[in-house]
């Protein structure tokens, strides 16, 4: 099976602390993915990876970056944290460019910025 | 992107069909729908998809009309496990990768 790992289930960090949340896949995919949810405005798409090193921004890239420098593992960073960053945010990896395959997705990561 | 429309909830009765739809009437020709279900407090997970035709695998099947405009997703026989958020999405497709656009989706509320 799939496993997408993401390495904490809560975090609690202050306002202005450089955030790391770490993600790992084991499955050899290209693409890698970081969502954020909140209540009534569903799974937003934060940034993405097709491949290492490469990165794309996604819906809601601000106050955000990403690094993949290798391929199990993509880290999204909170550059200094705020209080409208507290959310769940998910990981997702997927094979390839085709349009074919699915992505599996993390746990996710319960953040609150305080 | 094609942006898809779903009805914000649906109830179902334990051990009934639910039927999910799915409005996608900007879907491309390469563009294939996926549905997704995320369970409270899970991270989402895969359902099926299709491009054209139907399709059917141990969880549910998926209708895709003709002009491809709309889909229905089928849960045959609903388990109160099955509650849940649907999502219907139109797997983008670039040069670069693929990205996963999710909407608010359908929460389904199966009772007994």
């Known amino acids: 099976d799939v496993k997408v790992t993401q390495s904490s289930r809560y975090l609690v960090k202050r306002t202005g602390e450089k955030v790391f949340l770490e993600c790992v896949q084991d499955?050899?995919?290209?693409?890698m993915f970081w969502y954020r949810q909140d209540p009534g405005l569903g799974l937003r798409l934060i940034y993405f990876?097709?491949?290492?090193?490469?990165?794309e921004k996604g819906d809601i890239p601000e106050g955000y970056s990403v690094s993949r420098e290798k391929k199990e593992r993509f880290s999204l960073i909170l550059e200094s944290a705020s209080t409208n960053q507290t959310s769940m945010y998910l990981c997702?990896?997927?094979?390839?460019?085709?349009?074919?395959?699915?992505?599996?997705f993390g746990q996710g990561t319960r953040l609150t910025v305080v | 992107d094609a942006k898809t429309t779903q009805p914000p909830s649906m109830d179902c009765a334990e051990g009934r069909a639910a039927n999910l739809p799915c409005n996608h009437s900007?879907?491309?020709?390469?563009?294939?729908v996926y549905w997704y279900r995320q369970i409270h407090s899970q991270g989402p997970q895969y359902i099926i998809h299709?491009?054209?035709n139907n399709e059917t695998n141990e969880m549910a099947s998926l209708i895709i009309t003709e002009d491809r405009k709309s889909s229905t997703l089928i849960l045959p026989h609903a388990t109160l496990r099955d509650t849940a958020v649907y999502y219907c999405?139109?797997?983008?497709?670039?040069?670069?990768?693929?990205?996963?656009?999710f909407g608010k989706g359908t929460t389904l509320s199966v009772s007994s």
């Open positions: 997702a990896s997927s094979l390839g460019s085709s349009g074919r395959t699915e992505a599996f």
């Open positions: 499955m050899d995919h290209e693409n």
């Open positions: 990876s097709y491949d290492v090193k490469m990165k």
């Open positions: 900007t879907i491309s020709g390469n563009e294939y």
């Open positions: 299709g491009l054209k």
């Open positions: 999405i139109v797997r983008v497709f670039n040069q670069a990768g693929t990205a996963l656009i």
